[in-house]
């Protein structure tokens, strides 16, 4: 048993990285509780392990009295001279136990503890490894689904991607191989579990982080990033040096470096635009890919009236309002649009009121006077 238990304990240590203490003590404080329960629960039976040779000792301590009313606990001090003469002007004596039959029991709490132990071990190494890559984007195989659940190979572990965190108009089976995006990795009592998506903003940033050299190296930034996952993307970006053109970068040659990003979202349409401070220019910018004739804005409101051609008010607004519903996540603002049209109207109306106003402020002004 003593051998057994010292090379599965120094083998554990070297394969999983555990210590060799952690081990033993784990499988001493075990053993302990199987022993304690073999002698009736009895909280003054011990065991030790040997950390050299792993040597198991067990016994019970008793304590030393005139007259013995507990076998169990005492042991009477005519005893003590005459089996630990050395011992009688102690409190208490330790008397080894019969280890007979408890080999088994030995074995097999080892094992468990061992067992356990390795898990535990691995699991906080999932997790270590894990905690620092939210955040990034990492390739795994789909192995199954489950509960609204798929269940992604990851190396060493599984990864989690909710139904509801995918592309609505992807179909992922068994054996496909994604790229995911790291929201979070949880602790819980069945060990960490990695929370990945590929519906959230992040995983388009990071995707042309990956496409993008200039972004990677910090010399073109990600100002902001809004998204209707499988429909449209709209990200503004701005360079930190005058000699790079922020949006041709992220376009690439001929359009690559998009059309990539393009391709591993199935289809979904991506407006890249220039960051810049003003915001009517930010505005007609969002509002990409229509175009845009006037603006106004009211700063303290944040909100703003656009005006765009009759031919340019479905574009702008985009299907079921979503451009200029992402256009108002991205910049900040309330956006109004209306047509030349509407606004052309606005302006008469407002015009005929003014005419209005001041033909009554004459009549009233040309009016004669009556002395009372």
Request: hydrophobic share 40%; proline share 4%; with cysteine.
């Amino acid at each position: 048993m003593t051998k057994e238990l010292c090379h599965a304990v120094e083998q554990i240590s070297r394969e999983k990285g555990i210590d060799k203490g952690i081990l033993l003590t784990a499988i001493e404080a075990a053993l302990l509780s199987a022993a304690r329960k073999k002698y009736g629960g009895r909280t003054n039976v011990h065991l030790k392990i040997d950390s050299k040779n792993c040597t198991i000792s067990i016994y019970e301590t008793k304590i030393i009295v005139e007259k013995v009313s507990d076998k169990d606990a005492e042991i009477s001090k005519a005893d003590v001279k005459k089996f630990f003469p050395d011992k009688v002007d102690a409190e208490s004596v330790d008397l080894p136990l019969d280890l007979q039959d408890f080999g088994r029991i030995a074995a097999q709490t080892a094992k468990q503890v061992i067992f356990q132990k390795v898990r535990e071990a691995e699991r906080d190494v999932i997790y270590s490894q894990f905690k620092d890559k939210v955040g990034q984007i990492i390739s795994g195989l789909i192995m199954r689904k489950e509960k609204g659940y798929y269940y992604i190979n990851i190396g060493k572990t599984e990864a989690v991607l909710p139904q509801s965190s995918t592309l609505p108009v992807e179909n992922l089976r068994r054996g496909d191989t994604v790229r995911v995006y790291i929201e979070d990795v949880r602790i819980t009592p069945k060990g960490p579990i990695i929370i990945v998506s590929r519906a959230t903003p992040q995983f388009v940033a990071e995707l042309f982080k990956m496409e993008v050299p200039e972004i990677y190296e910090g010399l073109v930034k990600i100002k902001d990033i809004v998204r209707e996952p499988g429909e449209r993307t709209k990200i503004a970006v701005f360079s930190t040096d005058t000699s790079i053109d922020p949006v041709g970068a992220c376009v690439g040659m001929k359009g690559t470096r998009v059309q990539s990003i393009v391709r591993e979202l199935h289809g979904e349409r991506i407006d890249i635009i220039p960051w810049t401070d003003d915001p009517r220019m930010l505005i007609a910018r969002a509002l990409s890919p229509a175009s845009v004739e006037r603006i106004g804005i009211n700063e303290d409101s944040k909100t703003a009236m656009v005006v765009v051609n009759d031919q340019q008010l479905s574009l702008a607004i985009g299907k079921r309002g979503q451009n200029v519903r992402l256009a108002m996540k991205l910049t900040g603002w309330d956006i109004d649009i209306i047509s030349d049209t509407e606004y052309g109207k606005i302006k008469m109306e407002e015009a005929d009121k003014t005419l209005e106003d001041t033909l009554r402020k004459e009549a009233q002004k040309n009016k004669p006077s009556v002395d009372g």
